[in-house]
């Protein structure tokens, strides 16, 4: 292998005719002058004897094909392998043409594909193309994981890729990226598996129902019992806002997440509000309100106080009356009806039930919290439960620097599917603006946001902006394709690839390193919920309805048409309405199924057992 063409500090041409290189592959240049630089493959050719080297003049030029001459390649006869390589860090100068290329030993790239140990660091996956790099890697990092492929599962072959958790002090925040069936979701659990080990609090807004954890694959390695290491809240019956606790900005944020608020609305909150008022004497005050300004009138409204003997119908209609007296003039009637409606919407839906509590226990017990509920009310709750969680956290810094005294709480990680959902590009929600808050400042109180979507493209530049390490799964969006490329390092052969990633396969872009890593996701330890194929579903309950039914008519064959009547009678004593038309037709499947044979006789058709 030798180094071919004219060259730069950076990128330059090898050929071989003995081994053919591979996209992503590590090798070092020896050059003389410079001594050893480890450089990357970022392209990849073979050429043979059928296809003349000189019809690509995009990748080989003439400076290439002559330097292959010069070093003895006979480039008209022999297969030659080309490689376009990139020097992980740039040279003083020039490669010097003619340098040999071999692969590099373990330790002479250790540093540069490993920022973390086993310890400290999460164990995603390995990097790609790196198997001649395992014959004298540490037997510490060999036979960690599996890897799922089309084939199964397949032991652990390649270097592993361990991302550095602590790296994010400094470089916070990621971006899982991915279309549809790329892996996005199977490679946040492969995450969230490794943040359990590492018993690092976390808050996972789950709006697929999908990010559960009680089951085992039968193919894990480590055999951890994940079930007490995360506990799953379902919103609106497990967890959710006490209404006595929140404050102005809190019922704001709430019912701006259940329909944007006017702002005359937004000045009947601040003017009718009160904090440490319960829900029910809240309502109270609205529908009273609301009443009295049906009515429309003092003079009216003390007619009304007038007409009531009954005391407590009296002191009802006192107490509306000097609300109005009060808030009419600041509070129009559709605003204080509107704030209503969002109110009862709310609490419909159940988020003033409960409080939040299991979520704080969970994340000070360093448990990975998972909260599951529809995305629309996410949104809603995740307004209020990430800005307490959020100042909870910064208000232990803040006090911890003026050396006050103060309750820990301890820094989170916030994760969460459908990111641009809560953050969207274009128009403001109220979700968003803590995002962008923690995303901006986070890191100084350590909190930190992992952001997965498919439409990267539809996730706020702001935020966008601040996620330091992208892990991009398979894209084919040209749009999403373009807002990666101008937030990652990416090369354009990379970019090209995105279309093409296999499921798992992922592009792992940090800022800490400087470059982009091609990865595979590790095999998943624990089961997805949503695994089984929709199709093998609905065959197997078919087939189970089969079974059911050929149970209930066991008895009975062989069936003549005749007694179908006496079946469906006998059916009915049991409790089973079911019409004569569906038991013959159900017959006809088990014929179809090859299970019962029809017989045509002259008292009409006849089904026996096959």
């Known amino acids: 292998m030798k180094v071919v063409g004219i060259t730069s500090q950076q990128e330059f041409f090898i050929g071989s005719n003995t081994k053919n290189f591979r996209i992503n592959e590590y090798l070092i240049v020896e050059d003389k002058l410079q001594g050893d630089l480890v450089g990357e493959v970022v392209e990849a050719n073979t050429y043979n004897r059928y296809i003349p080297l000189n019809i690509n003049g995009d990748f080989v030029d003439s400076d290439v ?5 010069a070093i003895g390649y006979n480039i008209d006869e022999e297969t030659i392998y080309i490689a376009k390589i990139r020097l992980l860090s740039e040279a003083l ?40 790099l395992t014959a004298d890697m540490d037997g510490q990092y060999k036979d960690l994981f599996n890897i799922f492929s089309d084939d199964g599962y397949t032991e652990q072959s390649e270097v592993p890729f361990i991302y550095d958790i602590r790296d994010m002090h400094q470089y916070p925040h990621i971006g899982i990226f991915g279309g549809s069936g790329s892996g996005k979701s199977y490679g946040l659990r492969v995450l969230l598996e490794e943040l359990m080990k590492k018993n690092i609090p976390t808050i996972v807004l789950d709006p697929h129902y999908e990010m559960t954890f009680e089951q085992n694959t039968e193919n894990s390695k480590s055999k951890i019992d994940y079930s007490n290491r995360y506990t799953t809240l379902h919103l609106g019956t497990d967890i959710g806002v ?28 601040d003017v009718l509000f009160r904090g440490k008022s319960s829900l029910y004497s809240f309502f109270d005050k609205l529908n009273m309100l609301t009443e009295a300004q049906e009515i429309g009138s003092v003079d009216k409204l003390r007619e009304r106080v007038d007409y009531e003997s009954n005391p407590e119908h009296k002191k009802a209609w006192e107490k509306r009356l000097k609300l109005y007296e009060t808030y009419d003039k600041l509070c129009p009637y559709s605003s204080v009806k509107g704030i209503l409606w969002r109110l009862k919407r709310l609490d419909n839906e159940g988020i003033f039930q409960n409080d939040v509590k299991p979520v704080i226990d969970g994340l000070q017990s360093g448990k990975l919290v998972v909260i599951q509920g529809n995305t629309r009310i996410l949104q809603v709750f995740s307004t209020y439960i990430l800005n307490n969680l959020y100042q909870k956290r910064r ?22 599917d459908e990111a641009h959902n809560f953050a969207p590009k274009g128009y403001d929600s109220p979700s968003k603006s803590v995002l962008k808050e923690i995303s901006q400042e986070g890191r100084k109180y350590g909190v930190f946001l992992v952001l997965a979507t498919q439409r990267p493209t ?20 040209a749009s999403d394709i373009q807002t990666i490329r101008e937030e990652t390092d990416l090369t354009a052969e990379e970019s090209k690839r995105l279309p093409y990633l296999q499921t798992g396969d992922v592009f792992v872009s940090q800022s800490s390193l400087g470059r982009t890593i091609s990865v595979r996701v590790r095999a998943s330890e624990t089961l997805s919920p949503h695994t089984e194929n929709p199709f093998d579903e609905l065959n197997s309950r078919t087939k189970q309805d089969i079974e059911d039914f050929l149970g209930k008519i066991e008895k009975y064959l062989p069936i003549h048409e005749n007694d179908i009547l006496q079946m469906q009678q006998d059916f009915s004593s049991l409790g089973i309405n079911i019409d004569r038309s569906v038991i013959e037709n159900k017959l006809e499947e088990l014929v179809k199924n090859n299970i019962l044979e029809k017989e045509s006789t002259f008292l009409g058709n006849r089904y026996i057992l096959k």
């Open 65 to 69: 094909l002559q330097s292959l001459r």
């Open 395 to 416: 208000a232990y810094k803040d006090a911890a620097f003026k050396k006050m005294p103060a309750d820990y709480f301890p820094p989170f990680i916030i994760i969460t």
């Open 458 to 477: 539809l996730l706020d530049e702001t935020i966008t902006a601040q996620l330091n390490s992208k892990f991009i799964f398979r894209t084919v969006r």
């Open 93 to 132: 100068y020039p490669i010097e043409t003619g340098s040999d290329i071999r692969v590099p030993k373990f330790d002479e790239v250790k540093k540069l594909l490993m920022r973390s140990n086993l310890k400290d660091g999460l164990v995603i996956g390995s990097i790609r193309n790196t198997e001649e």
């Open 242 to 269: 006490k209404f006595e606790d929140i404050n102005v900005s809190d019922l704001k944020n709430l019912l701006n997440a259940a329909s944007s608020l006017t702002d005359s609305m937004n000045n009947a909150v």
